[in-house]
């Protein structure tokens, strides 16, 4: 029975630890330390990255996405993410989702965004792709996400 017990610590010692990671509370609040990476040498295998670029204001989308495991519900800005400087392109590689809000008179902007690099699907629904297509952008077949680290609270 004392061996049943101890199984039974272990495994909610376990649960618990999971849960606080999961959800970044203490003591594993914050996120990797990012890499700097280049812009031609920036793929969806880096984990967490920093990389300059020009962030496309030209159309405004944003998205809720609920919390999860005690994180708060949080409104994300989505927008294209070109090569530092390029304000005319229209072929999408990258994209950005940031919880800062662009200002209003703002179309393009330069930024350097430390964040996780991920797949189209955590961050992109097909109603998003259609709303950039018809404000004329097109994307290339394995485009990806950069969901830029939210502030620190």
Same mark, same amino acid.
């Given at each position: ?35 700097? %990476?280049?812009? +031609? @040498? *920036?793929? =969806? /295998?880096?984990? $967490? ?9 030209? !159309? ?45 008179? %703002?179309?393009? +902007? @330069? *930024?350097? =965004? /430390?964040?996780? $690099? ?9 109603? !998003? ?25």
């Amino acid at each position: 029975m004392k061996k049943l017990a101890g199984l039974y610590i272990a495994l909610a010692a376990g649960l618990l630890v999971f849960f606080l990671w999961s959800a970044q509370l203490w003591p594993f609040s914050g996120h990797p330390e990012p890499v700097d %990476v280049a812009w +031609e @040498d *920036l793929r =969806v /295998e880096h984990d $967490a990255v920093r990389v300059s670029g020009t962030a496309h204001y030209t !159309l405004r989308v944003s998205q809720d996405r609920d919390g999860r495991f005690g994180r708060p519900d949080r409104t994300w800005y989505v927008a294209p993410f070109m090569k530092p400087g390029d304000t005319s392109s229209t072929l999408i590689e990258v994209v950005v989702a940031t919880t800062v809000e662009p200002e209003r008179l %703002v179309s393009y +902007e @330069d *930024l350097t =965004v /430390e964040g996780y $690099a991920l797949p189209k699907a955590a961050a992109m629904t097909p109603a !998003l792709e259609e709303a950039f297509r018809n404000a004329g952008y097109s994307f290339v077949d394995d485009y990806f996400v950069i969901e830029a680290f939210p502030p620190i609270e």
